[in-house]
């Protein structure tokens, strides 16, 4: 099993590439047959998405969605900019196949200040995991301020709970074996009108 664990924020050192980190620690510690790969988006030099069919990017782009249509689940961290995912992490989605998450196992994990943008996760991307018929997890992790001493993560209940979360995608990922469930959605072919 391959899991792609992206940490979307480009800020140098983030709240969110320490929770991804942690996550992926305890996957790679509990579940040493699973290969999990950590993508921080602060390393990668992405096009933006203009319209092509995703086979034709190449350099940073073309491994980053590679990586994406390679992996058997996703896990995504995300800070919250007012109220939204940063357009660093939305582009990845605008890159990737409309199939390249289909059957498989997100789980969310968001970060920012307070508590007081904690519903993005059920707002901004499940709706977009539903997009891909992708499967969400219940129990998706929100961090905050409070939760990091001295620049790392300090907060016990946080740790456990990226823990299960990890736990929880190795676990459902195993019982769905990347099959769909519900009604087939309509072939929605990217074409640039710039092509014809």
Same mark, same amino acid.
């Given at each position: 099993?391959?899991?792609?664990?992206?940490?979307?924020?480009?800020?140098?050192?983030?709240?969110?590439?320490?929770?991804?980190?942690?996550t992926v620690r305890h996957?790679?510690?509990?579940h040493s047959e699973v290969?999990?790969?950590?993508?921080?988006?602060?390393?990668?030099?992405?096009?933006?998405?203009?319209?092509?069919?995703?086979?034709?990017?190449?350099?940073?782009?073309?491994?980053?969605?590679?990586?994406?249509?390679?992996?058997?689940?996703?896990?995504?961290?995300?800070?919250?900019?007012?109220?939204?995912?940063?357009?660093?992490?939305?582009?990845?989605?605008?890159?990737?196949?409309?199939t390249a998450l289909r059957?498989?196992?997100?789980?969310?994990?968001?970060?920012?200040?307070?508590?007081?943008?904690?519903?993005?996760?059920?707002?901004?991307?499940?709706?977009?995991?539903?997009?891909?018929?992708?499967?969400? /997890?219940? #129990? +998706? !992790?929100?961090?905050?301020?409070?939760?990091?001493?001295?620049? %790392?993560?300090?907060?016990? @209940?946080?740790?456990?709970?990226?823990?299960?979360?990890?736990?929880?995608?190795?676990?459902?990922?195993?019982? /769905?074996? #990347? +099959? !769909?469930?519900?009604?087939?959605?309509?072939?929605?072919?990217? %074409?640039?009108?710039?092509? @014809?």
């Amino acid at each position: 099993m391959k899991i792609a664990a992206i940490a979307g924020s480009l800020t140098p050192l983030s709240k969110t590439l320490l929770t991804v980190k942690e996550t992926v620690r305890h996957i790679k510690q509990s579940h040493s047959e699973v290969d999990v790969n950590l993508i921080d988006l602060k390393n990668y030099h992405l096009d933006f998405c203009d319209g092509r069919d995703p086979s034709e990017y190449q350099g940073d782009s073309k491994r980053l969605i590679e990586e994406v249509v390679q992996a058997d689940a996703l896990i995504v961290g995300t800070p919250i900019y007012r109220g939204s995912i940063p357009g660093a992490l939305k582009n990845v989605f605008d890159l990737i196949p409309n199939t390249a998450l289909r059957g498989k196992v997100l789980a969310f994990i968001a970060t920012g200040g307070t508590y007081h943008h904690y519903l993005a996760i059920e707002h901004q991307l499940k709706p977009l995991a539903g997009y891909f018929k992708a499967y969400t /997890l219940p #129990g +998706n !992790v929100y961090a905050h301020n409070d939760h990091f001493v001295n620049k %790392q993560l300090a907060d016990e @209940t946080i740790k456990e709970r990226l823990h299960q979360l990890g736990d929880s995608v190795v676990t459902v990922s195993r019982k /769905l074996n #990347g +099959n !769909v469930i519900g009604a087939e959605q309509p072939v929605i072919p990217r %074409q640039s009108l710039s092509q @014809t």
